[in-house]
């Protein structure tokens, strides 16, 4: 399994677009889980 550490140092290294589309893709599952919990 990946280390906290490896998965920081991984995304530090992350272009904007790609850091961008990473922040949209953990909103998107925050919002699913705040749905899953609503029902």
């Known amino acids: ?3 906290i ?3 920081k140092a991984a995304i ?3 272009s904007h ?3 961008m589309q990473l922040m ?3 909103h998107e599952k925050d ?3 705040w749905d ?3 029902t």
């Open 1 to 3: 399994m990946t280390s």
């Open 5 to 7: 550490h490896d998965i």
């Open 12 to 14: 530090e290294s992350l």
């Open 17 to 19: 677009d790609e850091f």
């Open 24 to 26: 949209h893709w953990l």
């Open 31 to 33: 919002m699913a889980l």
């Open 36 to 38: 899953d919990q609503l």
